[in-house]
């Protein structure tokens, strides 16, 4: 489905859906059926049993060469397009765009396959980059970076309706990617940190954690708390690499995903390695999971290393390689 942004967005929240009606209890109220259509899935639950049912369906061959392009729009020049998400209430497709200053396009697909440009939110004025968004039940967040992206940036919340912004929210620098928890009780954001050009600037990554329901109150994590741990982290494959750069200093949150029960969040620590687990309730980094490194001397590691040639060559190296992860 990875051709499909659209159908995998729509997908993710008949899911959130799901998990939502069942953690209120709701389920127990009605018979509830929902399909996810052309993900060969069903998800059904009903009075006589609380917890979903997962039934697989047959799996149907799918043939790429036959698929077709059903509607397209271009937002501009390179770098235009990037992030989105679908909210399907007012159906509107919010999508990342920061070709000319930083802006957000709101896509109309009320008329699908016919799609449009409604208009664009553009924040220039007070702020860096959009980086990310993200949506749940009528609302918009929108991580913008600072001006001077070294600063700290913002979460802009905005009503999808009427694309008014309902409350903006000071985090770390350089808010890299925004997500709702399940429930819509947290706006979270994996805030990189990076340096400027010359490093002689080099703020913290962190984490915040925006709490919904409690006005948007705002706790932003950072890792000063595993400096005495940076030993064991290094020795199981962490990476601190920066120019005199401290632990907390050169960690760079890079995505955020979020338990079920909305709990608890994991992030990932792209250039140094490893994975955070959050506790979103406390409020507090519970540990840092090193990755490790791969073998590569190993037969089952080979690797191709060159791409200065126009042929695939594995072979096996005395050398271990970090893995940095990006999505989660």
């Not at 049912?53 to 799918?62: F, M, R, S, Y």
């Not at 903006?168 to 350089?174: E, H």
């Amino acid at each position: 489905m990875q051709g499909y942004p659209f159908i995998n967005s729509l997908i993710s929240l008949t899911e959130r859906l799901f998990r939502q009606l069942h953690s209120q209890k709701k389920i127990m109220k009605y018979k509830a059926l929902l399909f996810i259509i052309g993900a060969g899935l069903t998800l059904s639950a009903c009075k006589k049993n609380e917890n979903p049912v997962i039934e697989e369906e047959p799996l149907v061959a799918e043939n790429p060469a036959t698929f077709t392009e059903v509607a397209s729009l271009t937002l501009g020049t390179t770098g235009a397009a990037e992030i989105s998400a679908y909210d399907p209430s007012t159906k509107k497709l919010f999508v990342v765009n920061n070709a000319v200053g930083s802006k957000v396009d709101v896509i109309d697909f009320s008329k699908f396959p016919t799609i449009s440009k409604a208009q664009s939110l553009d924040f220039s004025a007070t702020s860096g980059v959009a980086n990310s968004v993200a949506v749940y039940d009528g609302k918009l967040a929108v991580a913008l970076e600072a001006t001077v992206k070294t600063d700290d940036g913002a979460i802009a919340i905005l009503n999808t309706n009427s694309l008014t912004e309902i409350k903006r929210v000071t985090v770390g620098a350089l808010p890299d990617m925004v997500t709702f928890s399940p429930d819509g009780n947290y706006i979270i954001s994996a805030n990189e940190g990076e340096p400027n050009a010359d490093y002689t600037i080099d703020p913290v990554g962190s984490v915040s954690v925006i709490d919904v329901k409690n006005n948007y109150s705002v706790k932003t994590l950072n890792f000063s708390g595993f400096e005495n741990a940076k030993a064991t982290l290094l020795a199981g494959g962490f990476r601190v690499y920066g120019k005199n750069a401290t632990l907390a200093q050169d960690v760079e949150p890079e995505y955020v995903t979020v338990s079920a029960d909305s709990k608890k969040a994991w992030v990932t620590l792209q250039e140094n390695n490893g994975i955070a687990e959050i506790d979103l309730v406390a409020g507090t980094i519970l540990r840092v999971l090193p990755l490790g490194t791969k073998d590569i001397s190993l037969a089952a590691n080979a690797f191709d290393v060159s791409d200065r040639d126009d042929k695939t060559e594995l072979g096996t190296w005395p050398v271990k390689a970090f893995y940095l992860p990006d999505a989660i």
